[in-house]
């Protein structure tokens, strides 16, 4: 498995902006299919978004389509998520997690490694 590190997270009023960044370390990133999930309190985990192992693949939830990017870094082994025009129903830990290749998909139950989260909070 490889091991997940997110940052990037804060408090930021409705309509800014935040950079989420996830390091990997301890096997080949570029093997992994990779992707965002959050989760606020009392709901279940949702998916966000994904980006194939190279990067030229990436797929949205409909909620954040035009207002969050998913790119990544596989000579530095990181995901990111770009985060514009933040809404207050954005406010969520943020997860990212990576699965053995393979297609983008948007169950949490097919990623094998998860990071600790990162709490993004916003304010109206």
């Known amino acids: 498995q490889v091991q997940l590190a997110e940052s990037g997270g804060g408090l930021v009023q409705a309509g800014g902006s935040l950079r989420l960044s996830c390091a990997a370390s301890?096997?080949?990133?570029?093997?992994?299919?990779m992707g965002w999930f959050r989760q606020a309190p009392g709901k279940e985990r949702e998916f966000v978004a994904g980006?194939?192992?190279?990067?030229?693949?990436?797929y949205y939830a409909d909620s954040v389509k035009g207002r969050l990017t998913i790119s990544r870094d596989n000579a530095k082994s990181t995901v990111y998520l770009q985060m514009n025009s933040l809404k207050p129903e954005d406010t969520a830990t943020y997860y990212c997690?990576?699965?053995?290749?393979?297609?983008?998909?948007?169950?949490?139950?097919?990623?094998?490694?998860w990071g600790q989260g990162t709490q993004v909070t916003v304010s109206s």
């Open positions: 997690a990576a699965k053995s290749l393979g297609y983008i998909n948007i169950n949490p139950l097919d990623y094998d490694s």
């Open positions: 980006i194939n192992w190279s990067g030229d693949s990436t």
């Open positions: 301890g096997r080949t990133f570029s093997l992994y299919t």
